[in-house]
């Protein structure tokens, strides 16, 4: 028996059907002129049933309109076996060309984040960006405040050198209170700042943190009357680490900074002694999380430029290639699915994009739904500020923050959810 092999470099297909399609544009290469084949598939994947049928109907057709009649039964005198299989990089279509004794294969693969989820009872996903608020000046982070009784939206926007209140005011946002930030030692070139809300005696306190100190304001009294105060982090553990999250629920799990560069160790670490250590990475969010099953997930995008799905004993369950720096996760209340949301790869002179994937049964499935931006990605996080508490108003989406690459001003904006049957 006789081999050929024809394969090439992993594709990056924008849709499960274009994977398809490109799959069988290989394997009627290797078939002679206008001869009937006799098609079979082979699932070994994580794809289900509705996505298997989708991908052998685009095959099926493509080889039909390259003039081949194809055939379940095996009197055709072509066969073609085709198998999907998979691995951590993605997914692997494989097809067998068998012809008198001699056997001639086509390999095609493509990332899992690809693959757009199909199942009969899913939802149409609709991601939508709304400009927040834009300055001149950096942007570190900007959150939507919880509501506690105010009438009014109100947000907090952290810049380099101040923390600023604002309120809702008929199409606009009017400023309550800006608390300058003192500095201490060199700045970093890429500063990062992240911000959150605890309980301090029952009152909510706002907290500013950055590597190596935080901020604090009081909200539960009077904001004109309230001072911020900033100290380095006292416990040793903190220094120079910052907390994760699952959407806008705070998780008391924490992260270490690399002291001199712009991004996390790998060392992860939390109460009764947890602790983690994977591969070092610039963002990364935890997801799963439901009352009922408090199964806990962790996305990280790697420095080395694969993002990592890890389940609760550090194991790896997917890798993908092609996603960005930045990526965050929520939990939608239109279907009580939780979804990740990842910037793309490239540089600071590049226009963005935002992507979304859904996160089901350990699988992630991206929904061919992009949203564009108007420069690169800085930071990307829960709309609502993060705390341990329930919530009420903004959860479903999350806030993103770019850098505007033709007007050089710094934008944050809202990206939502909507879901349709």
């Known amino acids: 028996m006789g081999f050929l092999f024809l394969c090439g470099p992993a594709a990056r297909a924008d849709s499960l059907e274009e994977a398809a399609r490109n799959f069988a544009r290989k394997v009627t290469s290797l078939l002679p002129s206008h001869n009937s084949v006799s098609l079979s598939v082979r699932n070994l994947s994580s794809l289900n049933a509705e996505q298997i049928s989708h991908f052998s109907q685009v ?35 494989i097809g067998e060309v068998v012809e008198n004794g001699q056997s001639r294969f086509a390999l095609e693969s493509f990332s899992l984040a690809e693959v757009p989820y199909g199942g009969s009872n899913s939802k149409k996903v609709t991601l939508s960006r709304e400009l927040v608020w834009k300055q001149q000046d950096p942007i570190l982070d900007l959150k939507f405040l919880r509501s506690d009784g105010q009438k009014k939206e109100r947000i907090a926007v952290l810049g380099i050198n101040a923390l600023s209140l604002y309120e809702g005011q008929e199409m606009s946002w009017s ?56 100290n380095g982090n006292g416990e040793k553990e903190l220094m120079g680490g910052t907390l994760l999250t699952a959407g806008p629920f705070l998780i008391d799990n924490g992260a270490k900074w690399n002291s001199s560069r712009n991004y996390f160790t790998g060392e992860l670490f939390g109460e009764s002694g947890f602790r983690w250590h994977i591969e070092p990475f610039y963002s990364a969010a935890v997801l799963g999380l439901k009352p009922e099953e408090p199964t806990i997930f962790l996305i990280a995008a790697g420095i080395d430029g694969n993002a990592r799905l ?82 009420a108003g903004h959860h479903d989406g999350a806030i993103v923050v770019v850098r505007n690459l033709k007007t050089g001003e710094y934008e944050a904006y809202r990206i939502s959810m909507a879901c349709s049957r």
Not at 59 to 81: C, N, P
Not at 325 to 333: I, L, M, R
């Open 59 to 93: 095959v099926e057709g493509e080889i039909q309109s390259r003039g081949h009649k194809t055939s379940s039964a095996d009197a055709a005198g072509i066969l073609l076996r085709v198998t999907l299989s998979e691995n951590p990089a993605g997914l692997l279509a």
């Open 175 to 230: 400023l309550v209170r800006s608390f300058p930030i003192p500095r201490s030692g060199p700045q970093s070139r890429d500063p990062r700042a992240q911000l959150f809300q605890v309980n301090v005696d029952s009152h909510p306190n706002l907290i500013a943190d950055f590597p190596n100190r935080f901020c604090s304001i009081d909200l539960a009294g009077t904001l004109d009357s309230t001072n911020m105060d900033c």
């Open 310 to 391: 890890l389940d609760k004993s550090e194991k790896e369950i997917r890798s993908f290639s092609g996603w960005g720096n930045e990526v965050t996760t929520f939990h939608s209340t239109c279907n009580d699915d939780w979804y990740i949301l990842a910037s793309a790869r490239g540089d600071w002179t590049e226009s963005d994009k935002i992507t979304a994937y859904q996160f089901e049964d350990q699988s992630v499935a991206s929904l061919d739904q992009i949203v564009a931006l108007p420069g690169p990605v800085l930071s990307l996080g829960s709309e609502q500020v993060p705390a341990d508490a329930d919530f």
